[in-house]
């Protein structure tokens, strides 16, 4: 844990969608109630949203729970990036894994409350970062693990190629 207290900063969801490669109705997160160089500390009522894009079949699974951590860990990185002076170029990283992942609910969308989402960096260096994270409702606990994000996934391979482009998708085309 750091020594430094948590900035108590209120980051609303235009700073958010400002800086993650998440808009609109895909943007879950709220705001942002604290963070510092490890920790990050996000609120979201998105779970609520009968017109949320995660949802299948009309429900909110428990497991969507850890895309609300990848976007809080996305916001933790962008603010880090900017405090470092990298906010220029900002990094563009991606889900790589997750493991020890703990669902204690099935469902999201039947909380009432706001979700709590929070993530600490355990471990990280230029081209991945470790981090640990709970998403919560009060004092409940929801789902918990630990998620590797690879970064710069948007740059070059190692050997200096460039990843292929996507295959284009027809209109009307499903994935």
Known sequence: MSAAPLNAVLLDRAWIEAHIPHSGAMCLLDGVEAWD???????????????????????LGSA????????????HGALVGACDGENQHPRVGFLASVRGVEAHVARLD?????????????NGDGTSVLYAFTVRCGAQALLSGRAAVMLDASGRLPGGDVPPAPPATLKGEST
Not at 37 to 59: E, V, Y
Not at 64 to 75: K, L, N, R
Not at 110 to 122: D, V
């Open 37 to 59: 160089d490890t920790h990050i500390r996000c609120t979201a009522t998105s779970h609520r949203d009968p017109h949320n894009p995660l949802r299948a079949r009309g429900r």
């Open 64 to 75: 969507c729970g850890i895309e609300y951590a990848a976007q809080a860990m996305a916001v």
């Open 110 to 122: 039947t909380l009432t409350g706001p979700l709590i989402i929070e993530a600490e960096r355990l």
